[in-house]
């Protein structure tokens, strides 16, 4: 039975990803510090639903507690570590950038000095569409330069990457960090635009619509991103002979390591995002439009093809479904 460790796992993605896991046989190591950033309910509840696993372990911690990754990867010697865990949100993290630095900076150094000392057959890291920045030019490939970032978020977020190549080259760690984008689906993060406007509609509230609706977004299906990182799992990448990297690819000519974004490869206008919400709840919304948020960027859009090359996959569930199932979990959940 192999063993995974996943940081975050009481999260949004973490615990979908640590159920996915369950059911195909392993045993799951799930560490989370229950942060309240969020309804801390709604963690408890996800992970309500793990520990019915026998298989699954919880461990209540800060990932960035010195020494507490050692422990861990002494005491469960992982095959995998799915690293999750991390301050996240656009708007936080010019309130509050030491909750990124500590989290998100220290805590990715504390899991690779642990892999270091510890090496799992394959680390894969989650880092944002975010850290592509300023960028214009979309979809966003791997290989394309990424040093604009426009929020201290995505700053810690391509640090977190830096650091994992250093460990990669220097030590032979096999790593793949992926990059998401603007995921959604039941159980998700109240901070996060679908879960705010869901609730704003059902509570008679106006929504607050940023750059004043003219914003597009590739919106990706939880359980498709989930699939995405079970099948990346077994895509060990390898120390390339010679330094020699086919087109295409964002492996490293130095070290065991890739970037893999995760999208659904397609962009969808705010507007019609909310238009679907409004078809799933049968109620109108009230618009508030507002100018840009400070460190936010008007469009995202993945090109998701070294996704496909590597797993032949590719997500396919549309706007119009997912935000139906969130809908769905939503009534459910608060009794709508």
């Known amino acids: 039975m192999p063993t995974a460790l996943v940081t975050g796992a009481a999260g949004f993605i973490g615990s979908f990803l640590c159920h996915r896991l369950l059911e195909e046989g392993w045993r799951v190591v799930g560490l989370d510090c229950m942060s309240d950033y969020y309804d801390v309910t709604l963690k408890e509840r996800r992970e309500e639903g793990l520990m019915a696993h026998k298989n ?33 949100g656009v708007r936080y993290s010019i309130e509050n950038p030491r909750a990124y630095l500590e989290s998100n900076i220290i805590g990715t150094f504390e899991l690779l000095e642990a892999a270091r000392a510890h090496p799992p057959r394959h680390m894969l890291l989650a880092s944002t569409s975010s850290a592509y920045g300023a960028n214009t030019e979309m979809p966003y490939r791997e290989e394309v330069r990424a040093d604009h970032q426009m929020s201290f978020y995505a700053a810690t977020k391509k640090s977190t990457e830096s650091m994992a190549h250093s460990y990669a080259h220097l030590f032979d760690l096999p790593v793949t960090m992926f990059r998401f984008f603007t995921v959604y689906g039941p159980w998700g ?29 590739d919106f990706t299906y939880v359980e498709d991103l989930v699939h995405a990182i079970r099948l990346l799992i077994d895509a060990v990448p390898v120390r390339p002979e010679n330094g020699q990297v086919e087109p295409g690819d964002s492996l490293s000519p130095v070290a065991p390591f890739r970037v893999v974004n995760i999208g659904n490869s397609d962009t969808v206008q705010l507007t019609d995002f909310i238009a679907a919400i409004e078809a799933a709840t049968g109620r109108q919304a009230e618009r508030n439009l507002m100018g840009m948020q400070a460190g936010d960027v008007p469009a995202t859009w993945a090109d998701a093809s070294l996704l496909h090359k590597l797993t032949g996959y590719r997500p396919t569930t549309s706007v119009t479904e997912g935000v139906a199932k969130f809908v769905r979990w939503y009534r459910q959940y608060y009794a709508q």
Do not use: C, W
């Open 56 to 88: 699954y372990r919880s461990v209540h911690a800060m990932v960035e507690a010195p020494g507490l990754l050692m422990q861990l990867f002494e005491e469960e010697a992982p095959d995998v570590v799915v690293h999750l865990a991390a301050q996240a």
């Open 189 to 217: 993060r109240p901070d996060m635009a679908l879960f705010k406007f869901t609730k704003a509609i059902f509570e008679g509230r106006p929504i607050d619509v940023y750059n004043y609706g003219d914003m597009k977004r």
